[in-house]
């Protein structure tokens, strides 16, 4: 009999820490689910406000070239009127001088714009990049 009871305590335990096992197997499959979930909606906020960052740079890159091929446009027609000018000049020296010095003036403001033009170029790379790697 005392055989028998210790068997039947020793079973009753058995079953008591099985079903723990299986509520704690239970409550991690939740866990993860929820786990899972998150993650989901984490890299889903994280996308959109990657592509809203992409858009706004890319924007903003559009309105600087807009402005750089308007500055450009205003450059070549400052450039046309100052020929002109020059043409009209009499005295030949001067005349040299003054496009020499427009010309200086000409190349080192196409400079300037392309070099804006690189800069944003690669900030719109590395934004890119960033999304790519956070998208793989």
């Not at 197997?25 to 994280?46: F, H, K």
């Not at 308007?70 to 020059?86: P, S």
């Not at 427009?102 to 944003?120: C, H, K, T």
């Amino acid at each position: 009999a005392p055989l028998e009871e210790a068997v039947r305590g020793a079973e009753a335990r058995l079953l008591r820490l099985e079903r723990d096992r299986e509520g704690q197997a239970r409550l991690y499959e939740r866990v993860e689910a929820l786990v899972v979930a998150r993650t989901g909606e984490l890299r889903q906020n994280m996308d959109r406000s990657l592509e809203v960052i992409v858009d706004k740079v890319r924007g903003e890159i559009e309105v600087l070239r807009r402005d750089m091929d308007a500055r450009g446009a205003q450059l070549r027609q400052d450039f046309r009127m100052e020929l002109d000018a020059l043409r009209e000049a009499a005295d030949v020296g001067l005349c040299m001088r003054r496009v020499s010095d427009f010309e200086e003036q000409v190349q080192a403001e196409l400079q300037a714009a392309r070099e804006a033009g690189a800069a944003s170029a690669r900030q719109v790379t590395s934004v890119e990049d960033v999304l790519e790697s956070v998208r793989g």
